[in-house]
């Protein structure tokens, strides 16, 4: 109906956005395949020990479970952007958080190739007691083709140097551009895939958060890019930023400084090394 109002611009590519929505709303309603996926990603989560020290996923009851109905174990905590706006959190403890969501997205994306990609923060609940953050629905949770990560990879490796040759070029191969549109396009393209590269530019000084308003930097680039876009985002990408972008902005909301680059580039190195 927006469409047809004209409400939206036409780079939005709202009929792409749509079709992806409705598939991931399918299988969020599938409760016995997001028992499977919980517990996928609680095995991933254990075998990960820099993780599994703050991380839990709630057990599954798989005999009690049916495609209406999910049973797990009961976890008490708050969303973590409770413990961004709670003044008396100790910022060691704000960074340590964030810090562990950066390294738990990489590690998702990177080397498991299998992401939860709502980051609703009602989805990640700390508990004080335990001092761990339970992960929560699993439903959207998707796995990323192999070739699509590693390109992907090459992507956010060229952000963080800078190097705009290596981004169009990817980005073509991806499916971001198709290497027909105005400069203005590709400069704003550019630019917000430089901003998201900037936590990872630097492998040994940790990146302030509270200083760079990275959202609002990025968001910027959105209208040049929404009115001169000539084909929508490949479709993976859609679940990929989401997660991503909520990732950064929790970052942001906890004023932390985090060694994102040191975690980035170790992935890099050790994920490259395996192609070798």
Not at 104 to 124: G, K, S
């Amino acid at each position: 109906m927006l469409m047809a109002l004209n409400i939206l611009p036409p780079g939005m590519f709202v009929d792409s956005i749509l079709v992806e929505l409705r598939n991931e709303l399918n299988l969020e309603c599938q409760y016995k395949v997001e028992a499977v996926k919980q517990e996928r990603y609680g095995k991933l989560i254990d075998s990960t020990p820099s993780l599994n020290e703050v991380f839990h996923v709630p057990k599954v009851y798989k005999e009690l479970c049916t495609d209406q109905v999910l049973v797990t174990e009961y976890i008490q905590g708050v969303p973590v952007d409770r413990v961004a706006k709670n003044r008396s959190v100790p910022q060691s403890l704000k960074n340590n958080l964030a810090s562990k969501l950066m390294e738990l997205t990489l590690n998702e994306l990177f080397v498991w190739r299998f992401m939860q990609t709502d980051p609703n923060y009602a989805n990640f609940l700390y508990n004080v007691e335990s001092n761990k953050v339970h992960l929560l629905d699993f439903g959207a949770a998707r796995e990323y083709d192999r070739e699509f990560v590693n390109d992907y990879l090459d992507v956010v490796a060229a952000a963080a140097r800078e190097d705009r040759e290596v981004i169009i070029e990817k980005s073509i191969k991806l499916g971001f551009l198709t290497g027909m549109e105005v400069k203005e396009m590709i400069d704003a393209h550019v630019s917000s895939v430089c901003l998201l590269g900037m936590p990872f530019r630097d492998r040994d000084t940790p990146f302030d958060f509270a200083a760079i308003n990275l959202p609002a930097k990025i968001q910027a680039h959105v209208p040049t890019m929404v009115k001169l876009r000539l084909r929508p985002p490949p479709t993976p990408v859609y679940s990929l930023h989401r997660r991503l972008s909520g990732t950064i902005l929790a970052a942001t909301q906890l004023g932390a400084t985090i060694p994102s680059g040191a975690v980035f580039w170790a992935i890099h190195d050790a994920e490259k090394k395996n192609l070798q």
